[in-house]
């Protein structure tokens, strides 16, 4: 069990220690489930009123809290409870799945591929001719990768994952199981004597640098050229990209959520749980689409918004606001 005291803590947040506690903490929780040996955080103000409850012997908390941590118990001050929290998750982060050799001999490995230095694949992992995977690399067990696809340096596969053919996948990106990289994309249309024709799906994907996509997301492949998702793109689970979208830099997109196909996201963009967006709509830089809005149109820059069809937050508070009353006078 790792252990660290107050002190030891605050060496890595650089924050500044109010009141004292002399145990040594054993993990970080939440404020009503701490015990005594556990640190917590208060990341808003309106959490403050269960401190004095908690059993917690510490905290992080911002620099304006407005409580005293009490006898027996301190608060570490830094500018950004949440940010410094997750540096003390890192301190207590448990050892990853541990690889007993570097390539696992049921792995079916082309005599074509290139695996990087300190790269490890686990068990049962495929992957094909001309595959390239760079250096200090984890391909958990049963990952798939087919032919010519690219994997960069310092990147996370995990168990269950497909990458398709041709696909490009940058540095330090991470992959959550069950992840489907460059399936067809959804393309048919009707035909008098065939009935539903498939179009061929003969692109590919490409992911940026520092792109984390979670646990069943699926990323299809471009009908031309490529699906693209940007760095530093965070992507929840059970997702879908629809085939030849592009997505900026830093764009999130919560669980649930769903881009139809060549939707472009600026840099920035924001999509809530459950939002989908319709084809061929572009969304500027810096936008925000509401949980469970529906987008039939582009939206520019900035721009925050809410409902189905998707409009301007303060236009759909006000719609709804007008709603909730004529409900209220029509049932007296």
Same mark, same amino acid.
């Given at each position: ?37 556990? %640190?917590?955080?208060?990341? =808003? @103000?309106?959490?403050? *009123? ?5 059993? +917690?012997?510490?905290? #992080? ?5 407005? %409580?005293?941590?009490?006898? =027996? @118990?301190?608060?570490? *001050? ?5 940010? +410094?929290?997750?540096? #003390? ?31 490890k694949v686990g068990a049962g992992c495929y992957i094909g001719p001309n595959v390239s995977i760079g250096e200090n690399s984890i391909i958990y067990p049963n990952v798939t990768i087919l032919d010519e696809c690219t994997i960069g340096s310092n990147t996370t596969i995990w168990s269950g994952t497909v990458v398709r053919e041709r696909c490009h996948i940058g540095n330090h990106c991470i992959l959550h199981p069950n992840c489907t990289i460059g399936a067809d994309g959804f393309g048919f249309r009707p035909d008098p004597q065939r009935g539903l024709v498939k179009i061929p799906q003969i692109g590919n994907v490409i992911i940026g640098n520092g792109v984390e ?120």
């Amino acid at each position: 069990m790792k252990t660290y005291s107050i002190q030891e803590i605050n060496e890595v947040l650089k924050g500044e220690i109010v009141g004292s506690t002399s145990a040594k903490i054993t993990a970080p929780e939440q404020l009503e489930m701490a015990n005594s040996t556990e %640190i917590s955080f208060i990341g =808003n @103000k309106k959490y403050e *009123k269960y401190w004095a409850t908690s059993n +917690a012997c510490a905290a #992080v908390v911002n620099e304006d809290i407005s %409580i005293e941590p009490g006898e =027996n @118990k301190a608060f570490i *001050k830094v500018k950004n409870a949440d940010l +410094a929290m997750s540096q #003390v998750l890192e301190l207590y982060a448990p050892a990853p799945p541990v690889f007993a050799t570097q390539i696992h001999p049921t792995a079916t490995i082309d005599s074509s591929a290139t695996i990087g230095n300190g790269t490890k694949v686990g068990a049962g992992c495929y992957i094909g001719p001309n595959v390239s995977i760079g250096e200090n690399s984890i391909i958990y067990p049963n990952v798939t990768i087919l032919d010519e696809c690219t994997i960069g340096s310092n990147t996370t596969i995990w168990s269950g994952t497909v990458v398709r053919e041709r696909c490009h996948i940058g540095n330090h990106c991470i992959l959550h199981p069950n992840c489907t990289i460059g399936a067809d994309g959804f393309g048919f249309r009707p035909d008098p004597q065939r009935g539903l024709v498939k179009i061929p799906q003969i692109g590919n994907v490409i992911i940026g640098n520092g792109v984390e996509i979670g646990a069943n997301s699926c990323v299809d492949r471009g009908k031309f050229s490529s699906t693209v998702l940007g760095d530093g793109c965070k992507i929840d689970n059970l997702v879908q990209i629809g085939h030849n979208s592009k997505l900026g830099k830093f764009c999130i997109m919560a669980g649930n959520s769903g881009l139809a196909g060549s939707v472009t996201l600026g840099n920035g963009v924001i999509i809530g749980g459950s939002a989908s967006i319709k084809d061929h709509t572009t969304i500027g830089d810096g936008a925000i689409v509401g949980a469970g809005s529906g987008v039939t149109g582009d939206i520019e820059a900035g721009k925050t918004m809410l409902g189905y069809p998707a409009v301007e937050a303060r236009e759909a508070l006000k719609q709804w606001a007008i709603l909730k009353r004529l409900v209220k006078e029509s049932s007296r």
